[in-house]
């Protein structure tokens, strides 16, 4: 009887303990067929970090695995002050377009519901099992700014849509009839739609023996393009479990994963909401090529640690860009610049002009300060109307692929400064502020790790000024 009333006490205590982790549990409608449905689970208020999870259980493409892939998670996301949104999404039937969207209008959502259910805008993550990693790693790489989540969880995710490697069973219902368009299959393996500085974080967590998707060519295959990236990633691969456990305690090595899976977390720090938004536009020196790791070591990553927990900094550089319109290969025809505009930064920094001094570019160089003031008249007519800083170009050491000094010198840098003028722009004068070839890599034109942290701090520098003098 004892032994009776000890094990009524423990049930008792866990349902207590689940019920403090849990504040609120609630259904809302995904879809206008009421077909997509959120199951939203809030922490208390005294254990809500703000950070929110989407989840989406696997089951290729044909069914959820509602419980185990989802619903299950809900007690370890709430005691760690972590809101779960549990997504049931619409099963594709050819028509890809059905899940993606319940993705995206999802995540929504949670964004849209911020203020109400005390969660940062700037921390909601994706979490998706088998197919539903495909999903989740799909918003990660594809998904518009505005839906696109800010950190990932895959398990044993389903990844490439690639034939021969793929997992055939989601790659038919999700593709349908065009499952082996070539164009698609390449667009929906997301080991090859990866950005840098672009798709967020991810943490994967596989097992070896699994049979069904292979980790090799899926989830190993995404992590290594975020590695290749400069991109920040994890990932565990555990000797045996198949594929499938999710939240199972069968797996035996449920508890280990849940301590790395929450050691992971507590290593994502978000910004706040109120933090002052810097979007970093630029070529190659912006993205840090050459750097390792430049999404922690490049001079926008470098400017976020000086700028401090106030600030928001972004990198929206890509290698070998130009300002002209006109250029090789435009920077306001690529993907970062609409993801910059959809940032909405109070500050923009644009370093562009190297690669436009080249002389097939330059001979389009008197479109240069209409190209440069049609970027600062879309960054103007933002609702946040940024502050504008315009960095010169960095002096060539060497004379590599006809990047011409002369040129920045005698033609670009009097541009700049009169499209400063005549925007109330601030000016970063990167040109002369490395001297030291030390700074720079063995090609001459790029910085090294040391010459980013000067920029960075020659561009932290102009914003205190420029606050001290406003």
Known sequence: ???????????????????????????????????????????????????????????????????????????????????????????????????LSDAAHAIKTVRDSAVRWHLNPYDVGIMGFSAGGHLAATMSTSAAWAVRPNFTILFYPVITMLPRHRHETSACRFLGDQQNNKSLTEQFSNELQVRRHLTPPAFLMLTNDDRAVSPVYNGVAYYQAMRRAGNEAAMVIYPTGGHGFGFSKDFAYHQLMLDELSAWLKTLKAPAPNAVRVACIGNSITDGMGIDMAEIYGYPAVLQRRLGTGYHVKNFGVSARTLLNKGDHPYMQEQAWHDALAFNPNIAVIKLGTNDSKDHNWKHGNEFEHDLQQMIDSLKALPARPKIYLAYPLKPFKPMWTINDSVIVKAMIPIINKVAQKNKATVIDLHSLITDERMMQQDGIHPNQEGAQKIAEAVAAAMRRSAINH
């Open 1 to 99: 009887m004892k032994q009776m009333c000890l094990l009524v006490g423990l049930l008792l205590c866990s349902a207590c303990t689940t019920a403090q982790s849990t504040a609120q549990m609630f259904e809302l409608k995904n879809s206008s067929d009421g077909q997509s449905v959120l199951k939203v689970f809030l922490p208390t208020a005294e254990k809500a970090t703000g950070k929110a999870v989407v989840a989406c259980p696997g089951g290729a493409y044909q069914t959820l695995a509602w419980q185990k892939e989802g619903t299950d998670w809900a007690e370890f996301f709430n005691e760690r002050g972590i809101a779960l949104i549990v997504l049931k999404y619409r099963m594709p039937n050819g028509d890809r377009t059905i899940p």
